[in-house]
């Protein structure tokens, strides 16, 4: 079966600070991986998704970009980040062909 | 637009009832569903997964899909407090590709003693 990792667990980050966010998965090879954010009280918002290596898709056009460099580790990053980035960050995957999606455990993200 | 609803909640149940949570969709060609359990300040964990019409039961929970009504329900029997969560359902769209889906913005469920 497959694991997510991904870390840091929690940040706080001033307004206007980088931010690079990291996602490795195992247990599995050419994953689809997604990265969500979801805001306090609200539902999951995906923002960018990846079905290989260099091949990043976006759904969100924001300050926020990803990066696959890697089959299993994907990486969210910022130049400058917003109060509204604030929110909790999850990378998911699921195995090519199938539906099903495998949730890492997050990162607390508190912009300040 | 694809859209998957959820009533908000909280639905509130007792311990050791059964708990009815629902959710419709939009895209009549979807192809698979899906149940996430979230705990607050948790990621989402796949507890059900469901593809053809019909029930599919696993311990305590059944799923039941309806494409002609374009509903999913999850049925939780025996309610306990810990079944208290978030529950999201998922829609995966028609044909193959890179699987993007639809999620509803969950049912809260508080199971109370």
């Known amino acids: 079966s497959q694991t997510i990792h991904q870390w840091p667990a929690t940040l706080v980050q001033p307004v206007g600070s980088p931010l690079s966010l990291e996602c490795t998965v195992e247990?599995?090879?050419?994953?689809?991986l997604y990265w969500y954010r979801q805001a306090a009280g609200r539902g999951l918002q995906l923002l960018f998704y990846s079905v290989g290596i260099g091949q990043i898709s976006s759904e969100v056009p924001q300050n926020l970009s990803a990066s696959r460099p890697q089959d299993r580790q994907f990486i969210l990053s910022s130049k400058k980040l917003l109060l509204s980035d604030s929110g909790f960050y999850l990378c998911?995957?699921?195995?090519?062909?199938?539906?099903?999606?495998?949730f890492g455990p997050g990162t607390r993200l508190t912009v300040t | 637009q694809k859209e998957v609803e959820q009533n908000s909640g909280p639905l509130s149940v007792p311990e050791g009832a059964i708990a009815s949570l629902n959710c419709t969709y939009s895209d009549r060609g979807s192809q698979s569903f899906f149940w996430y359990r979230q705990y607050s300040g948790k990621s989402p964990e796949l507890i059900m997964s469901?593809?053809?019409?019909g029930d599919k039961e696993d311990g305590r929970f059944t799923a039941q899909l309806n494409k002609a009504s374009q509903y999913v329900s999850l049925l939780i029997r025996d309610s306990q407090p810990s079944d208290s969560a978030t529950y999201l359902c998922?829609?995966?769209?028609?044909?193959?590709?890179?699987?993007?889906?639809?999620f509803g913005r969950g049912t809260s469920l508080i199971v109370h003693p």
């Open positions: 469901i593809y053809s019409n």
């Open positions: 998911a995957s699921n195995l090519l062909g199938g539906g099903e999606q495998y």
């Open positions: 998922a829609v995966n769209p028609a044909a193959g590709g890179s699987y993007i889906p639809t």
């Open positions: 247990g599995t090879s050419n994953p689809n």
